[in-house]
């Protein structure tokens, strides 16, 4: 499930140029007016009969279309973070580009950080890499995950899995999607492997290079595509 309190975003760093959702073909480009939905609550929102409309037991994909750390959202984040405590019940899955404003708005009883979120900080070339994992590493997090996502080039993850639970890897979709290559993924899961980390290759993305050769492929079909190569790495667990 997906939630998103607030819509609109804008380029952050290189794996924002051809985003899926506010890319230059996208449905919402040039949507860059941060707003609220008409789901901002909707983890505590009841039915007549006073119960939740989200049931416990979920996996609350939180700001997945838009950013959770964006600074036109640092007051409603305040708001969030409550709901969140509110509803330990849920586990609220947030995905960002911007780690480095994550001391942001921070509730007062953060402490070392709320049991029910799983934070995953986006990289996508090893320069960005260097420079928001260790941020990311720094902040008091109880669950952590990297989305190599999308990859643009082979990342050493190796200095930073120590702290990590789960990486996930994505290649780019698009009319103008950059080529992922399979032997970039490859290494990555060698890198989960010896740390013995999870691992899930979500999607092979619009350009997928192996043995040589560029493929393109469906956007409808990228996801089972990946799922060919057998490289998902589990804990018995549901990957993210």
């Given at each position: 499930m997906n939630w998103e309190p607030w819509t609109g975003c804008y380029k952050e760093s290189d794996g924002c140029d051809n985003c899926y959702f506010y890319g230059p073909h996208a449905k919402r480009f040039g949507q860059n007016v941060i707003e609220k939905t008409d789901k901002f609550d909707w983890p505590v929102r009841?039915?007549?009969k006073d119960e939740y409309?989200?049931?416990?037991g979920k996996i609350?994909?939180?700001?997945?279309a838009t950013d959770f750390f964006l600074p036109e959202a640092d007051e409603w984040r305040k708001e969030i973070w409550a709901m969140i405590k509110k509803r330990q019940d849920i586990d609220f899955l947030i995905l960002t580009k911007r780690i480095d404003r994550f001391e942001v708005s921070l509730p007062d009883d953060w402490g070392d950080g709320y049991n029910n979120i799983n934070i995953g900080c986006?990289?996508?070339?090893q320069a960005l890499a260097d420079f928001r994992l260790p941020?990311?590493?720094s902040y008091p997090i109880k669950r952590r995950f990297i989305a190599c996502s999308p990859l643009l080039e082979q990342i050493d993850l190796t200095p930073y899995l120590q702290g990590i639970d789960h990486v996930t890897v994505a290649g780019e979709s698009g009319r103008d999607a950059r080529e992922c290559n399979i032997d970039w993924v490859k290494n990555i899961r060698e890198q989960c492997i010896k740390q013995n980390?999870?691992?899930w290759f979500k999607s092979t993305g619009s350009l997928l290079k192996c043995n040589g050769?560029?493929?393109r492929i469906n956007p409808f079909k990228q996801v089972s595509r990946a799922k060919e190569f057998d490289f998902d790495i589990s804990d018995g667990k549901k990957l993210f």
């Amino acid at each position: 499930m997906n939630w998103e309190p607030w819509t609109g975003c804008y380029k952050e760093s290189d794996g924002c140029d051809n985003c899926y959702f506010y890319g230059p073909h996208a449905k919402r480009f040039g949507q860059n007016v941060i707003e609220k939905t008409d789901k901002f609550d909707w983890p505590v929102r009841k039915n007549a009969k006073d119960e939740y409309n989200i049931k416990g037991g979920k996996i609350l994909a939180t700001c997945f279309a838009t950013d959770f750390f964006l600074p036109e959202a640092d007051e409603w984040r305040k708001e969030i973070w409550a709901m969140i405590k509110k509803r330990q019940d849920i586990d609220f899955l947030i995905l960002t580009k911007r780690i480095d404003r994550f001391e942001v708005s921070l509730p007062d009883d953060w402490g070392d950080g709320y049991n029910n979120i799983n934070i995953g900080c986006t990289v996508e070339n090893q320069a960005l890499a260097d420079f928001r994992l260790p941020l990311f590493l720094s902040y008091p997090i109880k669950r952590r995950f990297i989305a190599c996502s999308p990859l643009l080039e082979q990342i050493d993850l190796t200095p930073y899995l120590q702290g990590i639970d789960h990486v996930t890897v994505a290649g780019e979709s698009g009319r103008d999607a950059r080529e992922c290559n399979i032997d970039w993924v490859k290494n990555i899961r060698e890198q989960c492997i010896k740390q013995n980390k999870t691992f899930w290759f979500k999607s092979t993305g619009s350009l997928l290079k192996c043995n040589g050769t560029v493929e393109r492929i469906n956007p409808f079909k990228q996801v089972s595509r990946a799922k060919e190569f057998d490289f998902d790495i589990s804990d018995g667990k549901k990957l993210f």
